[in-house]
């Protein structure tokens, strides 16, 4: 298992933009998929987009063309960068880990491995 540790959030006003960062220890040869969720108050957790360690990525609808997914494996992270930041954006902000080939790590409803403790992005209108 790898430990992950979320930084970057904070609080941005509408049309703003935010890079969140997610560092890997641990056992780092053990992860092949990296997957960015979110979850507002009063609402389910939603998958993002996720990103497995040969830089293949997917996104979801939803944030498609706004958000970006990005792998440093030099620093064993992974970057989320969020452009043109809505209200509707603003939640905490996790990322989970696990050893899965890059068509399992779409499966985004499922069961991960590792997760981080998050991180919150305010949005302001």
């Known amino acids: 298992q790898v430990q992950l540790v979320e930084s970057g959030g904070g609080s941005v006003q509408s049309g703003g933009s935010l890079t969140l960062s997610c560092a890997v220890s641990?056992?780092?040869?053990?992860?092949?998929?990296m997957v960015w969720f979110r979850q507002a108050p009063g609402k389910g957790r939603e998958g993002l987009a996720s990103i497995t360690n040969d830089g293949r990525s997917v996104y979801d609808d939803s944030i498609k063309g706004r958000f970006n997914i990005s792998l440093d494996s030099a620093k064993n992270t992974v970057y989320l960068q969020m452009n043109n930041l809505k209200p509707d954006d603003a939640a905490m902000y996790y990322c989970?880990?696990?050893?899965?080939?890059?068509?399992?790590?779409?499966?985004?409803?499922?069961?991960?491995?590792?997760w981080g403790r998050g991180t919150q992005v305010t949005v302001s209108t």
């Open positions: 989970a880990a696990d050893q899965r080939a890059f068509i399992a790590c779409t499966h985004w409803r499922t069961l991960f491995n590792s």
């Open positions: 641990g056992d780092t040869s053990s992860w092949y998929c």
